[in-house]
């Protein structure tokens, strides 16, 4: 999507990457071409002439005194013959010797061929021979050829530091997320261009259920559009917005659909970018980024996971001397930028409460747009939105599996939709059914089926039992959730079996009578297996933590016991990740806190043992089928239930 813009007209951006390995490829395959011609025309031309003999006819000839003069060489001895000498003698040593039999002999004392050449050997005596016979010898002062010498001492070390910097440049971009020009080009921006037009086809209508984080940002997108409307008032623009959220909820698709909706360019990148090993490198990126994004306003600046950069100066530990920085160059930039130009800040984070005050006051990013979770029709909108590019049954029931999944933000739908389509082709079907969204529900709350572990006889009659408990205290109860299905297949994520609870409509208050069923419902797992065996097993280690954690919050948030009543005592933080609690009272009250919950879940455990003592034979006659059938349907636990009201 981003590849085809990337690059555009960003003056950073031209022509500066060395065409890559094909520019110095090319390159040194010139260079070798051009050796090697070289080397064969220099080496035929002085090969073509020269006639060499061997080291002891050159002896015999200089006895001989036909030698001229002499040469001598590094590695070689270049002789000149007299004028007067006898041909016939000459050729005489020159045939005699056997080394030099193939040689070409010259026939007449042409100037050419009277030049000969042998290997120099280590001969001290050399000197006083030619003395003796009055040759005239010399040896060269070599004397390099300038041009080789200008090759050799400029353009060979040029080369290779070249050739270094070309390595250690691609080493650093690579590092640098491929980023062009690496350490050179370390304080330009990322940004991506996004062509509205042809990439983000984004609008407001594929994000669904979030309707007033839609309607803050059609505001601005209609600024974006007519700013004369709101300068005739007097109004200003909003300089930028804070999408904060539980992730997958939503945030970047929303931006994306600002870009889509207004048509003008949307520059992205996500806050971790501008922080880099470079102190100084983040804040000139921003400069760069602003820089840019004035050229092409009207636009959109879109900063993913914003608190990379926004976290909050006043940390103790030393702080972060670059991100500080770079935080302080972004503040600077939102102040100084004239929002009538229409350039727009959009902001992603999931932590809010870590950001830089100075970031949230007014001027900077004025608005705060709280992407939540989808509710029950958010998320029938948002599988409807993904349903539409899959190929559906008739009979799909979106409503039902909106109700399953509650708790799960857009990402999870999607991905689930996406998980039943895949299984639809895995069985060979051309159309996703509602079994097919089911699975892929509880494969995302419970794992996969793990079809290949078997248990033993004893450990499926204790699972049996136990799930049965869970769904005959919900359906005993008033303040529960129906029963949608009771299986003891194992999955995947380490359930042995599971009751899976559809709730009929969703619930945004909860009472402590519904509390207190809940708990209910998690203990009578453990207490159908004590009332069956009279023997406790590890299976409920899942249902206890959550029963743990629910009356927990009754004491320490929801102002439920009688102990502490309204008091507080442990607040969330990092409510749109984990949503930890934090125990905020007196150590002293840690032990109390401690023995109300005990109390709760204790009293809770007797109610579920009494419910199932007073229906023990339903429990073992539904138990029974269950271990004979693995799965029971919620209607055919109702009719199971009905039927021995009856008898
Ligand atoms: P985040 O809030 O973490 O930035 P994203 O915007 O990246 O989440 O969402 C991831 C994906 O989840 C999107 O590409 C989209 O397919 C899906 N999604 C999330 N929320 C919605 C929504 N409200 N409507 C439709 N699809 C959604
Ligand atoms: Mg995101
Ligand atoms: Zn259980």
Request: hydrophobic share 40%.
């Amino acid at each position: 999507m981003e590849k085809d813009t990337r690059g555009g007209e960003g003056p950073n951006r031209q022509g500066r990457e060395p065409d890559g390995k094909n520019g110095f490829f090319n390159f040194l395959v010139i260079g070798i071409v051009i050796t090697f011609a070289l080397n064969i025309v220099v080496g035929g031309f002085s090969a073509n002439q020269r006639v060499e003999i061997g080291y002891g006819q050159f002896l015999s000839l200089v006895e001989a005194d036909a030698v001229k003069h002499v040469r001598i060489e590094n590695d070689q001895i270049a002789l000149t013959l007299k004028e007067d000498a006898s041909a016939g003698r000459v050729r005489e040593i020159l045939g005699a010797d056997n080394s030099a039999g193939g040689m070409q002999v010259p026939e007449n004392g042409k100037a050419g061929s009277r030049v000969f050449y042998t290997g120099r050997l280590d001969d001290p005596a050399l000197v006083e021979r030619l003395n003796s016979k009055n040759v005239a010898f010399y040896r060269p002062i070599i004397r390099s050829n300038p041009i080789m010498e200008f090759i050799s001492s400029w353009i060979f070390p040029l080369l290779i530091f070249y050739v270094v910097y070309f390595f250690i440049m691609r080493k650093f971009s690579a590092q640098m997320g491929g980023g062009m020009g690496g350490i050179l080009n370390a304080g330009k921006s990322k940004a991506k261009y996004y062509d509205m037009e042809k990439n983000t086809h984004v609008s407001f209508d594929d994000v669904a259920g979030q309707d007033e984080a839609k309607e803050s940002l059609k505001e601005m997108v209609d600024y974006l559009h007519r700013p004369e409307k709101y300068q005739e008032i007097g109004a200003k623009q909003p300089k930028g917005a804070l999408l904060v959220g539980p992730p997958g909820t939503g945030k970047t698709l929303l931006a994306k659909a600002v870009a889509g909706e207004a048509k003008v360019a949307f520059l992205s990148l996500s806050g971790s970018e501008f922080v880099e090993m470079f102190v100084g490198v983040g804040a000139s990126r921003v400069r760069d980024l602003f820089a840019q994004a004035a050229k092409h306003a009207p636009c959109i600046i879109f900063i993913d996971e914003i608190d990379a950069i926004g976290k909050s100066r006043d940390n103790q530990m030393g702080g972060n001397d670059e991100r500080e920085q770079t935080l302080n160059q972004l503040l600077a930039e939102m102040d100084g930028f004239d929002s009538s130009k229409g350039i727009l800040i959009l902001a992603a984070t999931n932590r809010p409460e870590i950001l830089d005050k100075a970031l949230l006051r007014p001027g900077r990013f004025d608005r705060r747009i709280i992407v939540e979770k989808p509710d029950l029709p958010g998320r029938e909108a948002i599988l409807l939105v993904h349903a539409k590019k899959v190929r559906l049954e008739k009979t799909v029931n979106l409503r039902e599996i909106a109700l399953a999944t509650s708790g799960a933000a857009g990402a999870d739908l999607a991905n689930m939709i996406n998980e039943a389509a895949l299984r639809a082709v895995r069985l060979g079907r051309n159309e996703v059914t509602q079994e097919d969204l089911m699975e892929a529900v509880e494969t995302v709350i419970a794992g996969k089926e793990k079809k290949d572990r078997i248990l033993s006889k004893k450990e499926k009659r204790m699972v049996a039992f136990h799930e049965v408990g869970h769904a005959l205290a919900s359906a005993l109860q008033k303040h529960s959730q129906p029963v949608h299905k009771i299986t003891i297949v194992p999955r995947t994520m380490g359930a042995l079996g599971y009751t899976m609870n559809l709730p009929e409509e969703e619930h945004y208050l909860l009472t402590k009578s519904d509390l207190l069923a809940q708990i209910t419902c998690l203990l009578a797992g453990r207490a159908a297996e004590e009332i069956e065996f009279g023997e406790m097993s590890t299976g409920a280690a899942n249902d206890i933590e959550r029963a743990t954690r629910l009356a927990r919050n009754m004491v320490t948030q929801y102002g439920m016991s009688e102990r502490f009543g309204l008091m507080s005592l442990e607040s969330l933080q990092n409510q749109y990740l984990d949503g930890r609690n934090v125990f905020t009272a007196s150590e002293a009250s840690g032990g109390d806190v401690d023995r109300e919950v005990a109390g709760i879940l204790e009293n809770c455990h007797t109610e579920a043992l009494h419910l199932l003592r007073e229906n023990r034979d339903k429990l073992s006659d539904i138990a029974a089928c269950l271990i004979e059938r693995e799965t029971i349907s919620g209607a055919e636990f109702m009719e199971f239930l009905e039927e021995q009201k009856s008898a």
